[in-house]
């Protein structure tokens, strides 16, 4: 069995246009691996796509989740199956509890008949809170609702603690953070990566890869994967910016 | 958030698919199909009813077929009513027992199967339930009968108590008020009449139990509570009937009045199966310093039309409606509230939520009325819809008329949208599609729910839950 997030030559568009261009890449379980590359490239269109988002249509290639076919299951599903998509801009759930609203996810991942035990999960819940230095006030407030960017996406990185995916796609989790909020996010990922699990870093900074080491990093341009290397691609990718690579491509 | 133990889940649990079920007719009393003064002859005779009582039917019958139709601003699916093809009444000559053993094996069955025995003994104080047009049961804890409450349904009330009732039965909703409830004043049968004496505070829920067993049939069932000076009643009705292929009407008129200082809380959770025309009146009349509260849960029907109401008769008498509508594919809930200030430093509150799935229809209509004569009157007024779809839909209409400058009103409005992208988002998180919309509409009625008593916000997630569930492919 193959322990991997495998994607090959992913094509998608999106309202007739072409998006994914041909994108391969593989994540071995207990990697990090992070995407680097200009606005529009298609970073986040990667991640929605592999999260079944309805607008995207795939029109070649395959991903495979360890040795599940994942475009072909539905978007909760694949959610069930341990694929987590934090989102860029996660959206707000008006009356909803945030408490209400993991517990429901985690209900949804029970046989049919069992029950969240409820004190466990608060127990839980509460501990994983204070790791990333929120507020219990937090539990009661609508998912998302009046949250400032940097609480929404500390409670994206809350939800994937809770819910223990084996593959995670984070994308910009750091843009909006503050420094030490930033800190706590990436020590909260870090304490999660495991040989059995793992990670997707979508980042325009090279800043969060000096909390959560990559061991590759990718550029993607254009729909594709244009370059990849070691920690230090970042490094330069952060003092040169893109054009030598896009340079590069070019035919002589 | 109200939490329950699996015991009390269990209790309230009523499903759509639950009340899905019909036993074989087999009536010893039926008033054959259609309306006319025979008829109304007929149920006053099974009756053995005083002769005003007569009157009263015949009179109602003629305003009954004088009014026109009010489709000049309802719906015109009124018109697909065919009064000529329904009955007006059904029963198997039972008096209601005061005990389920008693109770025709069927009908014991019937409400066995919805629960209601079980949550008689766990959390009520009296139930009453009715089989088509009577009362197949009717009882009350010994200890109020004793207090000096009276519980029993509209027939034994008339004939029973008439000192007591028949002053303000018709009082707080004339037989001419709509057509509906003329046709209601010339047929009613079965239905609650409740007083409680003065200071009595009845501590659990009274409630009643409204089942059609029969196809191409009409439920018209009469309710007046009388709840005399600083006393206080909550009382609470469910609804369900069997999916028939044809119309089913069901029309109720339903009194209220508090005298000084009472308070009453009408709470209805109602159930019905998606071809029953439910065309209900409901009007409370509050004395000085009293408080009628409705709380009005409209879930499944074809259509719905109800705008519960308080006249505040006396001064500082409030009067408040939350409202809770869901209209799924193919049904239209046409409901709201009416408050008529009708007395100094009066108060109202009207909370009004609707939630339209699929092609679901949602009206509000309201109807605030404060005269200029009076001070220190206020209203608050909000209505709140929320479309799962984008082929859903929603009105609002509302009427406040407020004269002078001495009062002080509120109204706010607000429609939104479930947007694709808020399910995708709860998708990511495992939810399946009718788990997500059943998050996003009780986080929408959330608020509200929390207000009620927990057994019946329990009853109402459940089926809002078993809708929402149902409601994708
Ligand atoms: N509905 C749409 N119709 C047409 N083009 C679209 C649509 N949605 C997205 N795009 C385009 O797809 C391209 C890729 O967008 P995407 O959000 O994946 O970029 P990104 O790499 O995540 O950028 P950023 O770094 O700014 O987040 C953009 O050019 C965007 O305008
Ligand atoms: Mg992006």
Redesign the interface.
């Known amino acids: 069995m193959s322990q991997s997030l495998k994607i090959d030559n992913l094509h998608a568009t999106v309202d007739g246009n072409e998006i994914l261009k041909g994108l391969t890449l593989e994540i071995p379980k207990g990697q990090v691996h992070a995407i680097m590359g200009p606005n529009g490239s298609g970073k986040s269109t990667l991640a929605k796509v592999m999260a079944g988002h309805e607008d995207y249509v795939v029109t070649d290639g395959t991903v495979l989740l360890d040795d599940i076919n994942l475009l072909e299951l539905e978007i909760d599903e694949r959610s069930r199956a341990g694929f987590f998509l934090a989102f860029q801009y996660p959206h707000e759930i008006p009356g909803v509890s945030n408490a209400n609203f993991l517990r429901a996810a985690r209900q949804a991942r029970l046989p049919k008949g069992e029950e969240v035990d409820a004190v466990a999960f608060y127990k839980e819940m509460y501990l994983k809170m204070d790791e990333l230095g929120m507020d219990r006030k937090f539990t009661g407030r609508s998912v998302n609702e009046g949250f400032s960017g940097g609480e929404k996406k500390r409670n994206e990185i809350l939800q994937m603690m809770m819910l223990e995916p084996t593959y995670a796609v984070l994308d910009e989790t750091d843009s909006g953070l503050d420094i030490d909020a930033l800190r706590i996010v990436a020590a909260g990922v870090n304490a999660m990566r495991s040989p059995e699990r793992g990670f997707l870093v979508i980042t325009h900074y090279q800043r969060l890869l000096d909390y959560i080491v990559p061991d590759v990093v990718h550029v993607l341009h254009d729909g594709r994967i244009v370059k990849s290397g070691g920690k230090e691609l970042a490094l330069e990718l952060e003092e040169k910016g893109y054009d030598w690579i896009t340079e590069e491509l070019l035919p002589a | 958030?109200a939490t329950a133990d699996s015991a009390t889940l269990e209790a309230v649990h009523i499903d759509r698919d639950e009340g899905n079920f019909s036993y074989p007719e087999d009536y010893t009393h039926d008033a054959g199909y259609g309306l006319n003064e025979g008829t109304v002859d007929y149920i006053s005779n099974i009756k053995g009813e005083a002769d005003w009582i007569r009157e009263f039917r015949q009179k109602a019958l003629k305003v009954f077929f004088s009014k026109p139709m009010p489709t000049h601003w309802a719906s015109k699916d009124l018109e697909n009513i065919i009064f000529d093809d329904i009955r007006y009444y059904l029963a198997k000559g039972q008096t209601p027992t005061r005990s389920w053993d008693e109770v025709p094996d069927d009908v014991k069955e019937t409400f066995e199967r919805l629960g209601i025995p079980e949550k008689e003994r766990k959390f009520l104080a009296g139930v009453e339930a009715q089989f088509d047009s009577e009362a197949a049961y009717s009882n009350v804890k010994e200890s109020l009968t004793k207090e000096g409450v009276i519980f029993v349904n509209s027939t034994e009330g008339l004939r029973e108590h008439p000192e007591i009732f028949r002053k303000w039965f018709g009082k707080v909703i004339p037989t001419g008020d709509n057509k509906f409830s003329a046709l209601n004043s010339a047929v009613f049968s079965g239905g609650s009449f409740i007083y409680v004496p003065p200071g009595v505070k009845v501590k659990h829920p009274l409630q009643a139990y409204f089942r059609i067993n029969a196809e191409n049939f009409g439920q018209f069932e009469r309710t007046l509570i009388i709840v005399d000076e600083g006393a206080e009643v909550t009382y609470m009705e469910g609804c369900t009937a069997p999916k028939f292929e044809t119309a089913t009407l069901h029309s109720a008129v339903v009194e209220l009045v508090a005298m000084k200082d009472a308070k009453i809380q009408y709470i209805t959770v109602q159930n019905w199966s998606n071809n029953v025309y439910n065309l209900v009146t409901k009007r409370g009349l509050a004395h000085e310093n009293a408080e009628i509260r409705w709380i009005d849960c409209n879930i499944g029907s074809r259509l719905t039309m109800k705008y519960p109401g308080v006249i505040m008769k006396g001064r500082k008498a409030r009067g408040e409606v939350i409202s809770i509508a869901l209209s799924n594919h193919g049904q239209h809930q046409d409901t709201g509230a009416k408050m008529i200030h009708a007395a100094d430093e009066t108060t109202s509150n009207i909370v009004a939520k609707s939630i339209s799935v699929g092609t679901g229809k949602s009206t509000y209509r309201g109807l605030v009325h404060i005269p200029r004569h009076l001070k220190g009157c206020k209203n608050n007024t909000e209505c709140d819809a929320l479309l799962i779809n984008k082929d859903s839909n929603t009105d609002t209409y509302p009427a406040i008329t407020v004269r002078g400058n001495q009062h002080s009103t509120q109204h706010e409005a607000s429609v939104?949208q479930v947007?694709?992208?808020?399910i995708?988002?709860?998708?990511?998180?495992?939810?399946?599609?009718g788990?997500?919309m059943s998050?996003?509409v009780?986080?929408?009625?959330?608020?509200l729910v929390r207000e009620f008593p927990m057994e019946y916000s329990v009853e109402l997630k459940r089926l809002i839950d078993m809708e929402m569930e149902g409601s994708v492919g």
């Open positions: 958030m939104s947007s694709e992208d808020q995708f988002y709860m998708k990511q998180r495992g939810l399946s599609e788990e997500a998050l996003s009780n986080g929408f009625v959330n608020d």
